[in-house]
């Protein structure tokens, strides 16, 4: 078995950082050892790498993805291939991705599609959640299923999007006594679907059909109340939950309020929410707002929600930071919404760009880089039954590791990232910071510029249960 040595860094975690070599045999980190202890060892190395200077922290650990993903009449412009090597070159060594049941069709049938795409097209290791859009008693005792033999932990649910992924209150609350049995764990996309298509309806009926009533359309209000009624049917189901993409201060204190109470609630929000506004980027002139529609929606920068969400994040009323990347082109996809803002397919493609992006946290000194790491890596992996096998690097752990370099620069742009995508949501935003080299499971994947990776190198993540069941 082939061993690397990584000397002379400042080895991060999500409890602290500790100057230390990293020997790594094989797939797995094999010790970590003061300084130089190791040095007699460095000739047995098939490869000695100085990291002087460097951070070396767990490969991040991106928990919603959305590769291949079905939506609005196209499909997300990513593949597993592009989408994994993109991820890696971002210094990110697992994702997982949803895979898909709609109302009426097979739970298993859905997986077995996902598995499909990405059998044998990855670069870095993926698990799979599973979408339940059509909650019945097929569907219930698949999750069992799942749960207990497929490796698949956890069910992203829908309270927006009627007629495509959407549960009514009594299906989800069905779905959640059910988690609640099998120690899985509820997804939870929070936004008042019915009422959204409404003021939808309305709008288009005005002639508003820029981007930008994208978010008008589906306002704070919506989303605080979805937060809300989740958390309740939550308690109620005695269920854990964990709620994705937020982008809105009212939820988000929704979710304190709730974690202040002892409930097992859980937030996530994405660098678009952090970082994009719609002043800024959804009511650019002409068509150009349409690269920035997401749900939920980008926020007005104006009314503080970035803010709130940062401040979150160091709280840890929020616990993690992942991508929802869903990337479209602008050309033949996010075109198939000009004159009609609702017919833009939802999603923004980041999944290359998260680490560097939520670094700025520790730049700006709102971040720890202990805090950097725990939300990029070590609560994914905990709370997605992941670690310690991904999340932290400790003897046994896979060798899944990023070395960072805090006096490089990080410029991103759409001539230079390497997302499938004809546009970036951070063109010209230039970051501190930069990932240096990247190993999966003990092969050097990324070096400076080039991808030395494999495709078919990522495996198949079989999970195990949140260990943040109580
Ligand atoms: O706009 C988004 N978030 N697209 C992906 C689908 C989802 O709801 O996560
Ligand atoms: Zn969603
Ligand atoms: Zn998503």
Redesign the pocket.
């Known amino acids: 078995m082939a061993r690397i040595l990584i000397t002379g860094g400042e080895v991060l975690s999500a409890t602290g950082s500790q100057a230390a070599d990293v020997l790594v045999d094989g797939d797995e980190i094999a010790a970590l050892v003061t300084p130089g202890h190791f040095a007699s060892m460095a000739a047995t190395c098939e490869r000695v790498i100085d990291a002087k200077g460097k951070y070396v922290l767990p490969g991040g650990v991106d928990v919603?993805?959305?590769m291949e993903?079905p939506f609005g009449g196209t499909a997300a412009s990513d593949t597993f291939e592009t989408g994994t090597i993109a991820a890696a070159f971002g210094g990110t060594t697992s994702i997982i991705d949803?895979a898909v049941q709609r109302t009426g069709e097979d739970v298993h049938d859905g997986l077995a599609a996902w598995h499909q795409k990405a059998d044998g097209n990855c670069a870095i290791d993926y698990g799979f959640h599973q979408i339940i859009g059509g909650v019945d008693d097929a569907a219930l005792k698949a999750m069992a299923d799942l749960t207990k033999n497929e490796g698949v932990t956890s069910f992203?649910l829908f309270m927006a999007y009627p007629g495509v992924f959407y549960s009514d209150d009594g299906q989800i609350l069905r779905a959640m006594q059910t988690a609640s049995e099998l120690g899985a764990t509820i997804m939870m996309?929070a936004e008042n679907g019915p009422a959204i298509d409404v003021l939808v309806a309305q709008a288009l009926a005005r002639g508003e059909t820029d981007p930008r009533y994208h978010s008008l359309t589906r306002p704070v209000e919506m989303e605080e109340e979805a937060t809300h009624r989740a958390i309740m049917l939550a308690k109620v189901a005695r269920a854990p939950l964990y709620i994705?993409?937020m982008s809105a201060r009212e939820a988000v204190e929704a979710v304190a309020r709730a974690r202040d109470m002892g409930a097992n609630v859980f937030g996530e929000t994405c660098p678009q929410y952090l970082y994009l506004s719609l002043e800024e980027h959804l009511s650019k002139a002409g068509f150009a707002g349409a690269a920035y529609v997401c749900s939920t929606p980008l926020r007005s920068r104006e009314e503080g929600h970035q803010d709130a969400l940062w401040r979150a994040l160091r709280t840890n009323d929020l616990s993690i930071v992942s991508t929802?990347?869903?990337p479209f082109c602008m050309k033949d996809q996010k075109e198939l919404g000009i004159g009609n803002f609702s017919k833009i397919p939802n999603?923004i493609g980041s999944v290359e760009h998260r680490l560097d992006l939520l670094y700025q946290g520790v730049v700006t000194g709102q971040l720890s880089l202990a805090r950097w790491v725990e939300l990029a890596s070590t609560t994914p992996a905990r709370m997605f039954g992941l670690y310690p096998r991904k999340g932290v690097l400790a003897p046994g752990s896979d060798a899944d590791i990023v070395v960072y370099d805090p006096k490089g620069v990080t410029d991103i742009s759409v001539k230079t990232h390497h997302m499938n995508m004809d546009h970036s949501a951070y063109e010209g935003i230039h970051v501190d910071g930069r990932v240096e080299m990247v190993l999966s499971r003990g092969r050097v994947v990324i070096e400076g510029n080039a991808f030395t990776g494999a495709v078919g190198h990522g495996r198949f993540l079989r999970r195990g249960l949140s260990q943040y069941l109580l």
């Open positions: 919603h993805t959305h993903l949803f992203k996309h994705v993409h929802d990347h869903c999603g």
